[in-house]
């Protein structure tokens, strides 16, 4: 399914559903404390696939977590679908990102003890949704993975954990969806159709996805490339590389 939406329909989309000002963030302590993000702005229009490229260390992943609220950067602002993350407390940022942003990360993050199926409800358990199973059923069924429901992630492929994953990001039905290298810990073909699968589901939703990718070619299917360099977007401020 082809997810690209082009730039004529995307620029009349306001305001931005993420959109991040001269954020910086260090990591670590003493001596060993480092300048990750580097006085970063971006913008992101409602519904845009972008892809965050760059080399190990550029501070990619380190932006998705920022997008997410999950690392407070020490200056500047992220607004995420209007709201401003620096008025909000842990407990606030927690509620609204489980909302509004499904994550999927490189290393699946299930809960071992629990099945796909109970993986897969737990955000919208936490949310107090009544029908969290039923849901949580229907997006495993979404992701091909309904024969799977009952199995641990124990009993699952590396594939399959990813899927399950991926049900889990989407139960709840968010605006945005970050993917932090999803195939990383796949085999090329299982890799493949794990992001046929989110760019499938981005087509099909409408959500705004970002992916962050050291794969050249996976950023060429997005809307538009932002490259990392040493914690700087390339060429400073909003400026892109537009997929070809």
């Known amino acids: 399914m082809e997810s690209r939406i082009d730039s004529s329909q995307l620029s009349g989309l306001a305001p931005e559903i993420i959109s991040i000002s001269n954020v910086n963030l260090s990591l670590g302590t003493g001596a060993a404390r480092v300048h990750i993000l580097k006085d970063i702005s971006l913008r992101v229009a409602p519904g845009e696939a972008i ?7 550029s501070g990619k992943s380190t932006l998705l977590m920022v997008m997410a609220g999950l690392e407070r950067p020490d ?14 407390d842990e407990n606030a940022l927690a509620r609204f990102r489980g909302r509004q942003i499904g994550i999927v990360f490189q290393s699946f993050h299930l809960i071992p003890t629990m099945t796909a199926l109970e993986n897969v409800a ?6 107090g949704v009544a029908d969290a199973r039923a849901r949580a059923a229907k997006e495993l069924a979404a992701v ?8 641990y992630p124990s009993q699952l492929s590396g594939g399959e954990q990813q899927r399950v994953a991926l049900a889990r990001a989407l ?20 890799g493949n159709e ?10 099909e939703r409408g959500m705004t996805l970002v992916l962050v990718t050291h794969d050249p070619a996976l950023g060429k299917r997005c809307n538009r490339v932002v490259r990392l360099r040493s914690g700087h977007l390339d060429d400073g401020g909003d400026t892109v590389n537009a997929a070809s």
């Open 194 to 203: 794990i992001v046929d699968l989110i760019f499938d589901k981005h087509a």
């Open 75 to 88: 200056s500047g602002e992220v607004v995420v679908d209007g709201t401003s993350f620096n008025a909000l």
């Open 144 to 151: 091909g993975l309904s024969d799977r429901r009952h199995h």
């Open 171 to 190: 139960a709840p039905e968010p605006e945005i969806l970050l993917a932090d290298e999803p195939t990383g810990n796949l085999d090329e073909r299982t």
């Open 51 to 57: 892809g965050l490229i760059g080399a190990s260390g």
């Open 122 to 127: 737990v955000p919208l358990e936490l949310a």
